[in-house]
Protein backbone atom coordinates (compact mmCIF):
# COMPACT_ATOMS: atom_id res chain seq x y z
CA UNK A 1 0.00 0.00 0.00
CA UNK A 2 1.77 3.45 -1.30
CA UNK A 3 1.45 6.56 0.36
CA UNK A 4 2.34 10.28 -0.49
CA UNK A 5 3.20 12.61 1.99
CA UNK A 6 3.66 16.14 1.21
CA UNK A 7 6.10 18.94 3.11
CA UNK A 8 5.67 22.46 1.82
CA UNK A 9 8.55 24.98 2.58
CA UNK A 10 9.12 28.90 1.09
CA UNK A 11 12.35 30.41 0.32
CA UNK A 12 12.79 33.74 -1.10
CA UNK A 13 15.61 34.12 -4.18
CA UNK A 14 16.83 36.58 -6.66
CA UNK A 15 17.26 35.56 -10.77
CA UNK A 16 17.90 36.79 -14.16
CA UNK A 17 16.38 34.80 -16.89
CA UNK A 18 19.01 35.52 -19.85
CA UNK A 19 20.90 33.67 -22.00
CA UNK A 20 24.24 34.35 -23.33
CA UNK A 21 23.64 32.59 -26.98
CA UNK A 22 20.93 35.49 -27.32
CA UNK A 23 21.74 39.06 -28.34
CA UNK A 24 20.22 41.26 -25.56
CA UNK A 25 17.41 42.00 -28.23
CA UNK A 26 16.22 38.47 -27.96
CA UNK A 27 16.89 38.09 -24.50
CA UNK A 28 14.25 41.02 -23.84
CA UNK A 29 11.86 39.88 -26.44
CA UNK A 30 12.10 36.44 -24.73
CA UNK A 31 12.21 37.19 -20.96
CA UNK A 32 10.98 40.26 -20.75
CA UNK A 33 11.00 42.15 -17.61
CA UNK A 34 12.69 38.88 -16.28
CA UNK A 35 15.86 39.41 -18.40
CA UNK A 36 16.53 42.96 -16.02
CA UNK A 37 20.08 42.81 -15.89
CA UNK A 38 19.74 43.74 -11.73
CA UNK A 39 17.67 40.79 -11.51
CA UNK A 40 14.30 40.26 -9.43
CA UNK A 41 12.97 38.26 -6.61
CA UNK A 42 10.42 35.89 -5.83
CA UNK A 43 8.57 34.45 -2.75
CA UNK A 44 8.57 30.57 -3.70
CA UNK A 45 6.62 28.26 -2.46
CA UNK A 46 8.21 24.50 -2.66
CA UNK A 47 6.04 21.17 -1.87
CA UNK A 48 8.00 18.10 -1.75
CA UNK A 49 5.78 14.98 -2.11
CA UNK A 50 7.65 11.58 -1.03
CA UNK A 51 5.62 7.99 -1.78
CA UNK A 52 6.40 5.04 0.17
CA UNK A 53 5.49 1.64 1.57
CA UNK A 54 3.91 2.84 5.16
CA UNK A 55 6.65 1.18 7.47
CA UNK A 56 4.46 -1.07 9.86
CA UNK A 57 7.12 -0.35 12.88
CA UNK A 58 6.56 3.42 13.01
CA UNK A 59 3.42 3.78 10.89
CA UNK A 60 5.82 6.57 8.47
CA UNK A 61 6.02 6.53 5.15
CA UNK A 62 8.88 8.83 5.93
CA UNK A 63 9.62 10.55 9.06
CA UNK A 64 8.21 14.36 8.44
CA UNK A 65 11.28 15.87 10.66
CA UNK A 66 13.44 13.58 8.54
CA UNK A 67 12.28 15.19 5.72
CA UNK A 68 11.90 18.76 7.25
CA UNK A 69 15.93 18.31 8.11
CA UNK A 70 16.90 17.72 4.47
CA UNK A 71 14.75 19.96 2.52
CA UNK A 72 16.58 22.51 4.84
CA UNK A 73 20.62 21.49 4.70
CA UNK A 74 19.93 20.67 1.28
CA UNK A 75 17.76 23.18 -0.44
CA UNK A 76 16.35 26.13 1.65
CA UNK A 77 20.00 26.81 3.26
CA UNK A 78 21.46 26.17 -0.18
CA UNK A 79 18.61 28.84 -1.81
CA UNK A 80 16.81 31.21 0.34
CA UNK A 81 17.87 34.95 -0.01
CA UNK A 82 20.30 33.85 -2.48
CA UNK A 83 20.74 35.44 -6.42
CA UNK A 84 20.51 32.11 -8.08
CA UNK A 85 22.39 33.20 -10.97
CA UNK A 86 25.53 34.62 -9.02
CA UNK A 87 25.60 32.29 -5.78
CA UNK A 88 24.10 28.79 -6.71
CA UNK A 89 26.68 26.73 -8.39
CA UNK A 90 23.96 24.56 -10.52
CA UNK A 91 23.27 27.71 -12.34
CA UNK A 92 26.49 28.97 -13.12
CA UNK A 93 25.39 27.45 -16.82
CA UNK A 94 21.74 26.98 -16.36
CA UNK A 95 19.23 29.39 -16.85
CA UNK A 96 17.18 29.53 -13.62
CA UNK A 97 13.51 29.50 -14.93
CA UNK A 98 11.37 28.16 -12.44
CA UNK A 99 11.46 24.73 -14.52
CA UNK A 100 15.10 24.26 -14.12
CA UNK A 101 14.91 25.63 -10.12
CA UNK A 102 12.08 22.77 -10.03
CA UNK A 103 14.28 20.19 -11.50
CA UNK A 104 17.31 21.07 -9.70
CA UNK A 105 15.90 20.86 -6.81
CA UNK A 106 14.42 17.60 -7.56
CA UNK A 107 17.99 15.98 -8.01
CA UNK A 108 19.31 17.44 -4.78
CA UNK A 109 16.29 16.20 -3.20
CA UNK A 110 16.86 12.92 -5.06
CA UNK A 111 20.56 12.27 -3.69
CA UNK A 112 19.32 12.48 -0.34
CA UNK A 113 16.49 10.35 -0.38
CA UNK A 114 16.39 6.69 -0.08
CA UNK A 115 15.72 4.86 -3.54
CA UNK A 116 12.35 2.82 -2.20
CA UNK A 117 10.99 6.51 -2.34
CA UNK A 118 9.27 7.87 -5.26
CA UNK A 119 9.28 11.69 -5.09
CA UNK A 120 7.85 14.96 -6.87
CA UNK A 121 8.42 18.29 -6.69
CA UNK A 122 6.26 21.49 -7.20
CA UNK A 123 7.47 24.77 -7.00
CA UNK A 124 5.05 28.08 -7.05
CA UNK A 125 7.15 30.93 -8.68
CA UNK A 126 4.01 33.45 -8.21
CA UNK A 127 0.44 32.45 -6.55
CA UNK A 128 -0.72 31.62 -10.65
CA UNK A 129 2.40 29.87 -11.91
CA UNK A 130 3.68 26.92 -10.82
CA UNK A 131 5.80 23.82 -11.92
CA UNK A 132 5.81 20.02 -11.18
CA UNK A 133 8.61 17.96 -11.87
CA UNK A 134 8.44 14.71 -13.15
CA UNK A 135 5.58 15.61 -14.65
CA UNK A 136 4.26 11.87 -14.51
Not at 15 to 31: M, Q, V
Not at 65 to 77: F, G, P, T
Not at 114 to 136: A, M, Q
Request: aromatic residues 10%; hydrophobic residues 35%.
Amino acid sequence: MKVTVSRKAHFNAAHRLHNSALSPEENTKIFGKCNNPYYHGHNYDLYVKVTGEIDPITGYVIDMKILKDIMKEHVLDRLDHKNLNEEVDEFKGLNPTAENICVVIWQILRDQLESKFDLKVILYETERNFVEYPSI
